[in-house]
Nanobody, 118 residues
Framework: QVHLVESGGGLVQPGGSLRLSCAVS????????MAWYRQAPGKVRELVAD???????NIRDSVKGRFTISTDSATNTVSLHMDRLQPEDTAVYLC????????????WGQGTQVTVSS
Protein backbone atom coordinates (compact mmCIF):
# COMPACT_ATOMS: atom_id res chain seq x y z
CA GLN A 1 0.00 0.00 0.00
CA VAL A 2 1.39 3.35 -1.06
CA HIS A 3 0.71 6.37 1.13
CA LEU A 4 1.11 9.93 -0.16
CA VAL A 5 1.25 13.10 1.94
CA GLU A 6 1.45 16.54 0.31
CA SER A 7 2.83 19.69 1.88
CA GLY A 8 3.95 23.16 0.90
CA GLY A 9 0.73 24.82 -0.16
CA GLY A 10 -0.33 28.26 0.97
CA LEU A 11 -1.19 31.80 -0.01
CA VAL A 12 1.15 33.56 -2.42
CA GLN A 13 0.97 36.81 -4.37
CA PRO A 14 0.82 36.78 -8.18
CA GLY A 15 4.30 36.36 -9.57
CA GLY A 16 5.45 34.44 -6.52
CA SER A 17 6.79 30.91 -6.12
CA LEU A 18 5.92 27.81 -4.15
CA ARG A 19 7.38 24.35 -3.86
CA LEU A 20 5.01 21.48 -3.18
CA SER A 21 6.30 18.19 -1.84
CA CYS A 22 4.71 14.76 -1.71
CA ALA A 23 6.20 12.24 0.70
CA VAL A 24 5.86 8.66 -0.49
CA SER A 25 5.77 5.70 1.87
CA UNK A 26 5.21 2.03 1.18
CA UNK A 27 7.27 1.98 -2.00
CA UNK A 28 10.09 3.74 -3.80
CA UNK A 29 9.12 6.97 -5.52
CA UNK A 30 10.94 6.05 -8.73
CA UNK A 31 9.05 2.76 -9.04
CA UNK A 32 5.97 4.73 -10.10
CA UNK A 33 4.68 7.31 -12.50
CA MET A 34 4.30 10.23 -10.10
CA ALA A 35 1.97 13.06 -10.98
CA TRP A 36 0.57 16.31 -9.70
CA TYR A 37 -3.05 17.12 -10.46
CA ARG A 38 -5.05 20.16 -9.49
CA GLN A 39 -8.72 20.90 -9.02
CA ALA A 40 -10.21 24.36 -8.77
CA PRO A 41 -13.73 24.94 -7.39
CA GLY A 42 -16.34 23.99 -9.97
CA LYS A 43 -13.77 22.65 -12.41
CA VAL A 44 -12.64 19.18 -13.39
CA ARG A 45 -9.44 17.75 -12.02
CA GLU A 46 -6.57 18.27 -14.45
CA LEU A 47 -3.12 16.83 -14.83
CA VAL A 48 -0.42 19.41 -14.16
CA ALA A 49 2.74 17.34 -14.59
CA ASP A 50 4.02 13.80 -14.33
CA UNK A 51 7.39 12.08 -14.19
CA UNK A 52 8.00 8.50 -15.29
CA UNK A 53 10.12 6.45 -12.89
CA UNK A 54 12.17 9.51 -12.00
CA UNK A 55 13.10 10.20 -15.61
CA UNK A 56 11.10 11.78 -18.43
CA UNK A 57 8.57 14.37 -17.39
CA ASN A 58 5.51 15.88 -19.03
CA ILE A 59 4.26 19.37 -18.19
CA ARG A 60 0.87 20.84 -18.97
CA ASP A 61 1.10 23.50 -21.69
CA SER A 62 -0.47 26.22 -19.54
CA VAL A 63 2.28 25.90 -16.92
CA LYS A 64 5.21 24.93 -19.14
CA GLY A 65 8.21 27.10 -18.41
CA ARG A 66 6.84 27.97 -14.95
CA PHE A 67 6.42 24.59 -13.24
CA THR A 68 8.98 21.81 -12.81
CA ILE A 69 8.44 18.30 -11.45
CA SER A 70 11.20 16.20 -9.90
CA THR A 71 11.78 13.23 -7.63
CA ASP A 72 14.32 12.70 -4.87
CA SER A 73 15.08 9.06 -4.14
CA ALA A 74 17.00 9.96 -0.98
CA THR A 75 13.93 11.48 0.65
CA ASN A 76 11.42 9.44 -1.39
CA THR A 77 9.54 12.54 -2.45
CA VAL A 78 8.16 14.10 -5.58
CA SER A 79 8.14 17.88 -5.80
CA LEU A 80 6.43 20.48 -7.91
CA HIS A 81 8.30 23.78 -8.13
CA MET A 82 6.01 26.58 -9.26
CA ASP A 83 7.27 29.98 -10.42
CA ARG A 84 5.48 33.10 -11.65
CA LEU A 85 2.24 31.93 -10.12
CA GLN A 86 -0.98 33.40 -11.44
CA PRO A 87 -4.48 33.61 -9.93
CA GLU A 88 -5.66 30.90 -12.33
CA ASP A 89 -3.20 28.51 -10.67
CA THR A 90 -5.36 28.61 -7.53
CA ALA A 91 -6.54 25.07 -6.76
CA VAL A 92 -6.12 22.08 -4.54
CA TYR A 93 -3.02 20.24 -5.73
CA LEU A 94 -3.00 16.46 -5.38
CA CYS A 95 -0.21 13.94 -5.64
CA UNK A 96 -0.81 10.69 -7.54
CA UNK A 97 1.13 7.47 -8.00
CA UNK A 98 0.47 4.71 -10.51
CA UNK A 99 2.47 1.78 -11.79
CA UNK A 100 1.71 2.53 -15.43
CA UNK A 101 -0.58 4.63 -17.61
CA UNK A 102 -2.70 1.49 -18.02
CA UNK A 103 -2.96 0.68 -14.32
CA UNK A 104 -6.49 -0.03 -13.17
CA UNK A 105 -6.02 1.97 -10.01
CA UNK A 106 -3.70 4.53 -8.51
CA UNK A 107 -2.93 6.18 -5.19
CA TRP A 108 -3.88 9.72 -4.14
CA GLY A 109 -2.80 12.09 -1.43
CA GLN A 110 -5.22 14.29 0.47
CA GLY A 111 -4.26 17.47 -1.40
CA THR A 112 -2.78 20.83 -0.48
CA GLN A 113 -4.38 24.21 -1.17
CA VAL A 114 -2.58 26.77 -3.29
CA THR A 115 -4.11 30.24 -3.41
CA VAL A 116 -2.65 32.96 -5.62
CA SER A 117 -4.04 36.33 -4.67
CA SER A 118 -2.96 39.85 -3.88
Amino acid sequence: QVHLVESGGGLVQPGGSLRLSCAVSGSAVNDYIMAWYRQAPGKVRELVADIINGGHSNIRDSVKGRFTISTDSATNTVSLHMDRLQPEDTAVYLCNAKKSYFAANSYWGQGTQVTVSS
